[in-house]
């Protein structure tokens, strides 16, 4: 007896699933492209931090460096302290010459 009803077919290639590619790493790979991208946003952010800090460093200097008795005192003052608060906030490394600028 010959029973000629045959499984089904089974495809030799079977189309590939996104999560895999020839060698299995399309996952791995966005992973990375994520962790790169997470990465240079925080640059970027670390970037724009060092920018404030720089000018408001500099503004404060360049208005300290002026007469002690106009008005340019208490904005580098206000300069200064802002540039402290923008430090701890963003919790960004700085050299030590550079923060001991200011007194307290």
């Known amino acids: 007896m010959s029973d000629s009803a045959d499984p089904a077919p089974v495809p030799s290639t079977s189309a590939p699933s996104p999560n ?15 962790a790169e991208k997470r990465d240079s946003a925080a640059r970027l952010h670390v970037l724009d931090s060092h920018m ?28 200064a302290k802002l540039f402290r608060d923008v430090l701890k906030t963003e919790r960004v490394k ?3 010459d550079i923060g001991q600028t200011f007194c307290r």
Do not use: M, V, W
């Not at 460093?57 to 300069?79: E, I, P, V």
């Open 20 to 34: 895999t590619c020839s060698n299995g790493n399309t996952a791995r790979k966005r992973g990375k492209e994520a």
């Open 52 to 79: 404030r800090l720089n000018f408001l460093h500099q503004g404060a200097l360049h208005l300290s460096s002026q007469r002690l008795d106009d008005g340019y005192a208490k904005l580098a003052r206000r300069y």
């Open 94 to 96: 700085i050299r030590p």
